[in-house]
Each structure stands twice: as C-alpha cells, then as structure tokens.
C-alpha cells in the first residue's frame, strides 16, 4: 500500500461526528455573502446545521451516520410560505374565472358554510401538506379556522408553521363571536408555546371584517406570546374606499391609529398602498406577505414590489390559499413574482431572479421575525434544507443555478425535503406522510364538499324556477 | 356458463381493427361542442382519429392491436406552440433580468453571433423537442437559421413542425443578404413539399428589419407553396413608434401597404397594436400568437387579448425561444394567459381556462391554417393527442378537469405523447430520442456557447482597462 501525500494530509485529525452530510450539489446558501458552493456540502447535528463549505472541507471535518447524495441537484434553505390557508385546497378548482362577490358567494360561502369542520381541517392540511413537501416548502403560513387540526396535522406531517386561529366579525365554524374566537385563540397558542415546529398565533381576518376592540384585542394576544400577528391588507381597491369612507384613512393607517402595528405583524397582500403606507409600515417593522398569483387570478392587482423592497421592508413570497391560485407550488410563485413586476413596471431588471430567491427564503425569515433561525444555509441556524434536481431538459443547460430556480424549475423538481434535521421526503419518497392515504381521505371528502355546492346551485335553480 | 342479457347485447357484430385505443380517461375532445367525456376513449388507425367516444361505445366498435390506458388522466390534442425559436435553448438562462438591448448586445448577439451553426441548431433542436415531446406538445412553430437541420432534427425526433427559414436584412449565420436567406428558403421549401410532418415555409424576421421588396419577395415565396408566413408584430413600443415615424403608420398597417398580408400569415407578439390594427388584421385573416411569458419577461406589454378574441381573430399560444421565457412549457404558457389578462383588464372572468385551453389547441390550429387537420379530438383528423396524469396532490381533489389542465398541471404530468398516430413518449419513457445522449450533446454545445459570451465580456473587461 502505498501512502500519497494527499492522503496523508486529508488524514482527519477528529473529525467530528453528525447526523447528517448532503454532499455533491451546488449549494445555494442565501446567507449574508449570498455564497454559492459548487460540490459543495451541509453537514447537519440533530436539528441544527453546523457546517457549510466545500464538499471537501466538509469530508475533512465532519463525518455522519447518514449522507444524502446531491449530484447534479442543488442544496438550498427550505422555501418559506408566508402567507395562505391550507385547508382550502379541498376548494381548489371548484370554480374559477368569476367574478370575486359571485365567486365567493356562489361558491367559496356555501362552500365553506356547509363542510368546514375539524375533519375537513384535518384532511385538506394534511393534503396542502404532502403538496408542500413535495414541492420543498418546509414552513408555511396559516389563517384558518379549526387552527388546533392545522397544528396537530402539520406536526404529523414534520413541517413547520406558522399557524393563526382566524378571528372574524361574523359567525363562522369555530366561533360565533369574535370572543369566542378569541378565546380558541388563547387556548391553542398556550398549547402550542414553545413547540419546536409550531408558532401559534392568532389572525385577525382583516380591518373590514372585525371592530376596533376584537383588533386590539387580537394585537393584546400575540404579545403576550411573542408571536408574530397575520391579518390580510389592503387586497383590493374596494377595502381602501370602503376604509377612507368609513375612517377616512387608509387600512394601513387605520390600523395604525388603532396601535394594531405596536406589535410584531405580517400583513398580507398590500396590493393598493400608497407611499405614506409604505412609510408608515417601515416605521413599524411591518413584515409583507407578497402573493401575486391570487392577486392575479382574482384581479385584485399588483403589490408596490419594487417600493416595499427599496424602503428596506421585510418581503416573503406566499402562494395564499389554493382556492384562487390553485396550487401551493413556492417555484411558481417566484416565477410569477419575476414575470409580474417586470410586466408592471416595464422594466426587465426589477424582480430579478435573485430578488425572488431571496423572497421565497430569507426574506420570508425576516418577514415572519425568524431569520435568525431560519432562511439560510448557515452554521447555527435550525436545519430546513431542500434538495432540487436540475437534471431535466427543462433545465439544461445550466449556465446559472438561480436563474434556473426561478424560472425553469417547478416544485416537482425537488428531490428531498428536510424539516428541523428529519427527512420528510427522500428522493421523491414520502416518510412522513402516506399519499395514497391523504388523496383517498381528500378524494372522499371532496365529494361532501361537491354535493354541498351542488346544492346551493339546485337551490338557486329551484327558486328561479318559481 | 350463464350468458346474460348484457353479453348478448355487447357481442360484437363486426368491430373495426385499428391500430391504437386509448381508453380510460376523461377526453377533452376540443371540438366545436367542447364534448368532454367521462371514462371515454379514442381509437387511432394509422395516423387518423377513428373515434372519440365512451369506452364502452369505443370498446363496441373498434378493436386495437395496441391499447394506451389513460385511467386517472385526462386524454387531449397534442398541444400546439404557435411561435418560438427552438434551437435557442441552447441560450436559455444565460443571461436574465437585463434591460433589452444590454441583454441583446453583450449576450444573445455575442453568444449567436459566435456560436450559431448547423451543429449548434441540430443540437439545440433535439434539446427542445424533447422537452416539447415531454410537455405535450405535438406541433411547434420556429423562425430560426439552418432551418434544414431544424426539420431533419423535427422528423428524427417525431414532431410536427410549422418551420420558417429565417429571412433578415443584416448578415446571419447562414445567409449574407436577404436574397441568400430568400434562395435558401426557397431550396428548404421545395425540399419539404408535401412533408407529412414539416411544413416548410419562411419567417421574415419583422417590418424594421427587412426592407420592403425582401418582405414582399417572402410573401410571394410563401404564396408559392401555400404556406403560412411567419412574422413578429408589435413586439414593442418601440418597434410601433420608430415605424410611425419612418412611414406614418402602424407595423399592421405598414404591412398591409405593401400587400404582405395578401397571404395566409402568423403574427408572433401583437403587444402594440391598436383597434384599427386589430380590424385590419380581422379582414386578412391574419393569424396572432400570444406569448405572454415572453411579453411579461422581457417587459414587452400585455398584448390585447381579449379584443382580439372578441373581433374573432384567430389566435394560439406561443412559448417564444427559451432565452426570454425560459422555458417550452405549453401548461406554464396557459397558466400564464390565465394570469396576466385577468389582472391587466382587472376583471377575473377574462382569459377563462377554456378560452385558453382553446389558444393552446384549436385556435393554435386555426392560426396556422391547420384547423381542419389538427387541434382536436375528431374522427377524420390527424392523431396528435397527449395523455396528461391527473393523480398529484397538486391536482387534488379534481372537481372540473379544464380548469386543472390550466391552473395546476405542469408539462411533467404529461404521459404519452402521439403525433401522427405515431407514439414519442409512452408512461414517460421517450421512444424517439434518447434523453442521455440529448442532454450530453447540449451541454458539451454549451461549454462553447459559455465561452463565446465570456470572451465578450473579457474584451469588454480589457477595454476598459485600457
């Protein structure tokens, strides 16, 4: 046996062991240098990762009881959904290409009336979640009703979330009073305080929908946590006119005037806000939730992307529920994120490939108030790491990796899905989660869901015909 | 043995042999009914549609030496890209989210002007067809040089292609002049007369680079042959102001002066055309191609869809070449329609999923003249027809397949792809090419397309030094 030099000086003095190595791909770090390793490598111990470098660097330092192999992929932060509503993925595609108020009230209403219960809850999480994990989102964002079966369904799975119990002026599934809801609220977040996957919140639905003291209310609950606030706003142009006549402010403001903002908050949409909003949400370190394909789909319009991220706000990307986007696919989300603004505001160069990039991870981090922990790929930060093919023909050739991630690669590309150190999928193969199992259960209760409408409808019909 | 009434009334009395079945999904036929059938079927003789009906029915009447299970999918036309630049994959992602003329000058002209040659277009061709055969689409349309290697790369690979020899009033890789691209066009016409895959034809680049006779002699060669003509229309602002400027008028209008739409044509683009463009274009039956991705990438415009349909334009769907989309993903290209138009007309019912399910299959074939051969499922037909998979939890539950097709499915859920009764892909395995050997001949093509454009910029570097 001959001994080389090299091997002699690659010799590991005390290599430290780990759980794991992923090893071989590009490594897309979004970290502060924004780094891009070639053959490079993530070692990871339990939970947390504690090595980002060069494949090689990383052989000599670490050695771990399990390596994922990232040939030809890149390694990249889990995608963070900061903003939707799981469980309507049981109403995705039940009609589209309507108008909003017959949309909703046709549909979505009667829809929602007639079939949300803690099963339907459980079942359509459990649905959006093998969709997420598919496609390499490891924390997503929450505003639902039932907000417990959200929790109890997203740990199972092995994500992570960001979850809000929906407070709403009106009578709704889980609560007939904002009081009510409130109080759900309260339970479920001292539930769930301090769980290593769950942050509990509480969402208050909008300024339209909900009076002063149930907002303020809402506010009271998230400090008491320490958890980050979710409320949509300024979606459409009708709640800013409805908000100048009622209040002659804005929603922003409004919610200003209120100390709404005197906490931690990540506000949804921000479709129609002017400069003073933009401003004004700085000063109060509002986090943005940015959705352009709901806002889209449904015509609301298009978020001053540009402006929020020139005055320093925090952006993440969100998909918002399936029932008007209709899938919870992060990838088309920076696609169309890239495509919108260029289209907007006539210039190729906003919503670059990297701006999205960085939306869809760190950003969405900094909006949610956790980009000390997440968002990244660096040594200390909590291990939410994805793995993404970029073997297809789609894909080739590949001059650029975040170019290609933004614009030619979809969430089926995505190879592995690792939460909190745990392997969710691997190599295409689901640990967590058994699909035959949720589509059946999902299949099942689609048909509850069909028959509820179809009611509606003959109701309608019947009642024309009198 | 029992024999039961329904045996009795099921034996066949005399069932037709054909050469291919495909039973078992639900069949969006796309025919002047918009039939869609539920557990249908489609029986193929030779390179014709026989039948689109039940399964049960199809089962009664025909029987296959070949049957293509479709349970669980949906069965459809082969879906039809009505502009694009194939060989241009061989740029995709090579640069991005630059200003135009930055993007032009320092890379696609560079890297073309550098790389382009038949072995470059023989490769970046077999690139996108199998990236087209594994997305669906069936029947493409190109304006690029070499166009000869395109079709022998085209029949090789088993795809249907509308193909038009570039014609341009500067120096290109393969003609010096216009009359040398003219000359060309016309040997590659003749060559692929009567063709039954590839119709030969010329593509003038567009109004303000040719000069009046050149445009004139293309139409007069496509005359010739009875072939559609190829153009770009409108792409830009610019392109509409500088043509006002030299001949006070509109490029529609500039166009008909001289007699160019006096033959069946294809426009790519149409972003900047105005209502009196848009009558003009009705009266000579002009066929549009709307390519929003590019349009929206590029910051182009959002061309006027919804007059368009409404003046009863023939219109299909384009990917444009994958350096400005960046992909050839006909499902993103009708996601995207969906998308844009809704929120640039601020009116959620425009751009339905069925309107552009029809762009993407039967207007594609109305604009390029094909309508009676091709763009649906209908006995008498050509079999051109996709099985697209319906089983994703991205597709879950499925209440309506159309708005599916639009909304959540992606190229890689397509199946089998059959063009002219002849199967490309079957359960995903590709049976005209070999995937292997295609991504390693483009990406060894893409180690000098990488060097071209680097040159460039090292010149550049170096001239500023200087």
Redesign the interface.
Known sequence: MTVTASALTAAPAARRRVSMIITGGTVVTMDAQRRVIESGAVAIDGTTIVGVETADAIARNFVARDTVRADGAVVMPGLINTHGHAAM??Y???A?????ME?LQKYIFPAEGKTVSPELVRVGTR?AA??MI??GTTLYTDMYYFEDEVAKATKQAGMRGVLGQSVIGFPVADAKTPADALARADRFMEAYRNDPLIVATVAPHSMYTLDAASLQATRDLARKYGVPLLTHLAETETEVKDSQAAHQMSPAAYFESLGFWDTHAVAAHFVHISDEDIALLRKHEVGLSHNP?S?????S??APLAKCLKAGLAVGLGTDGAAS?????MF?AM??A???H??V?????V???ETVLEMATIGGARALGMADKLGSLEPGKLADVIVVSM????Q?????PI??LV??T???DVRTTIVNGRVLMRDRRMLTLD?AV??RE??A??KA??AAVDGVAAQAQSSVAR
Chains 1, 2 share one sequence.
Do not use: C, I
């Not at 073997?391 to 789609?394: C, D, F, G, P, V």
């Open positions: 993925v049981m995705r595609g039940l589209d290409d309507l108008a909003l949309w649905l093998l969709e598919q496609s394909e806002n889209m789909k449904l015509a319009g298009a986007n209709n899938d919870l696919d088309e696609r169309q890239a495509f919108l260029k289209l505001d006539r210039d190729p160069t919503a670059s490939a073997q297809s023909a789609r080739t050739p590949l001059y650029h170019s290609h614009y030619v979809r969430g089926d699909p949720v589509l999902a299949r209760m689609a869901v069909k």
